[in-house]
T-cell receptor
Framework: NAGVIQTPRHKVTGKGQEATLWCEPI?????VFWYRQTIVQGLEFLTY????????DSGMPKERFSAQMPNQSHSTLKIQSTQPQDSAVYLC?????????FGPGTRLTVL | AQKVTQTQTSISVMEKTTVTMDCVYE???????LFWYKQTASGEIVFLIR????KKENATVGHYSLNFQKPKSSIGLIITATQIEDSAVYFC?????????????WGLGTSLVVNP
């Protein structure tokens, strides 16, 4: 089992550009989570899907951030008009029986 | 409101000793789940151990064990016979609700340094 896969590992964007982050969960896991990690805020929940359906997006900034899970094998997090404060490590996790297993993260740097 | 607090910012120990990391949590739910994860220097976040609130017995996995004190809303992580490779940041997290899958609420982490 390859574990949770996230691509790209690093992404640098200019202010105002769009960033799309990809996550491939562990095969058979029914839930996919997105978190963001910064030095200041620590680990913050963004959103999650269960069986591809959006369940809770209470952590998502209401503007510019969106997430989708078009099929059971991948989820995307899209940030439109990126701002320097969006710079963070974005982590995807998947879960079957409660424990969440994390991908390596995508480090997003907005210049 | 849900909250997880780790008061120890960093701990330094000698190899082969036992270390305890503290974590207290706040929840209104009668059913909840507590987890410990570690984040290595490479950034990888690894699941270590969990405690379900309805279980009285402390969980143990390998050289990790938990000290679950429900009346104090406390879930301490104990690492015995520490090794150099245990050096990492350790996070305590909580999940509420009856379903198997819902979001984790995280503490800010405790940095552990194991010295030779």
């Amino acid at each position: 089992n390859a574990g949770v896969i996230q691509t790209p590992r690093h992404k640098v964007t200019g202010k105002g550009q769009e960033a799309t982050l990809w996550c491939e969960p562990i095969s058979g896991h029914s839930a996919v989570f997105w978190y963001r990690q910064t030095i200041v805020q620590g680990l913050e929940f963004l959103t999650y899907f269960r069986n591809q359906a959006p369940i809770d997006d209470s952590g998502m900034p209401k503007e510019r951030f969106s997430a989708q899970m078009p099929n059971q094998s991948h989820s995307t997090l899209k940030i439109q008009s990126t701002q320097p404060q969006d710079s963070a490590v974005y982590l995807c996790a998947s879960s079957l029986l409660g424990e969440q297993y994390f991908g390596p993260g995508t480090r997003l740097t907005v210049l | 409101a849900q909250k997880v607090t780790q008061t120890q910012t960093s701990i330094s120990v000698m190899e082969k000793t036992t270390v305890t990391m503290d974590c207290v949590y706040e929840t209104q739910d009668s059913s909840y789940f507590l987890f410990w994860y570690k984040q290595t220097a490479s950034g990888e976040i690894v699941f270590l151990i969990r405690q379900d609130s309805y279980k009285k017995e402390n969980a143990t996995v390998g050289h990790y064990s938990l000290n679950f004190q429900k009346p104090k809303s406390s879930i301490g992580l104990i690492i015995t016979a520490t090794q150099i490779e245990d050096s990492a940041v350790y996070f305590c997290a909580m999940r509420e609700g009856v379903g198997d899958n819902s979001k984790l609420i995280w503490g800010l982490g405790t940095s552990l340094v194991v010295n030779p």
